[in-house]
């Protein structure tokens, strides 16, 4: 049986260590979001900071927009390995449940997680008065 609450608590807490070490080494950190391949075999966290932002576009270029809200062109990645190996055990040990080739349903224990790190998200936001 899979249990959420662990896998709720490792990501939380995995998700607040690498957003306070961030905000420490990246003065200018502005954005930070729970990141997860579709099929959710690996799980992780993703950032941008400003003075990246700036050396990809400026401010009055069309482009823009695209660099500061595109994940995939952001600066910084970390994947949670060890919660990543579970969910992967997991979804291995139920393919008959979730199968690779059908929409993968999110639990609502999941989607309660998503919540929460907008929250984290939002405190940055809060403290250093950047959206």
């Known amino acids: 049986m899979f249990d ?3 896998f709720e608590h490792a990501i939380l807490g995995q998700m607040t260590a690498v957003f306070n070490k961030w ?3 990246k003065e200018d950190l502005y954005i930070f979001s729970l990141d997860c391949t579709r099929n959710l075999e690996s799980i992780g966290v993703i950032g941008n900071t400003i ?3 700036e050396e990809q576009a400026e401010e009055d270029s069309e482009d823009y927009w ?3 809200y595109c994940e995939e062109e952001w600066e910084l990645f970390d994947m949670f390995e060890a919660v990543s190996a579970d969910m992967g055990r997991y979804l291995e040990e139920q393919k008959t449940r979730f199968p690779i080739q059908k929409p993968l349903h999110i639990p609502m224990h999941l989607t309660h997680i998503l919540t929460k790190s907008s929250t984290i998200a939002n405190m940055h936001s809060s403290v250093s ?3």
């Open 66 to 68: 695209y660099y500061k």
């Open 4 to 6: 959420y609450e662990k």
């Open 23 to 25: 905000a420490e080494e």
């Open 129 to 131: 008065g950047r959206p």
């Open 51 to 53: 003075s990246y932002l």
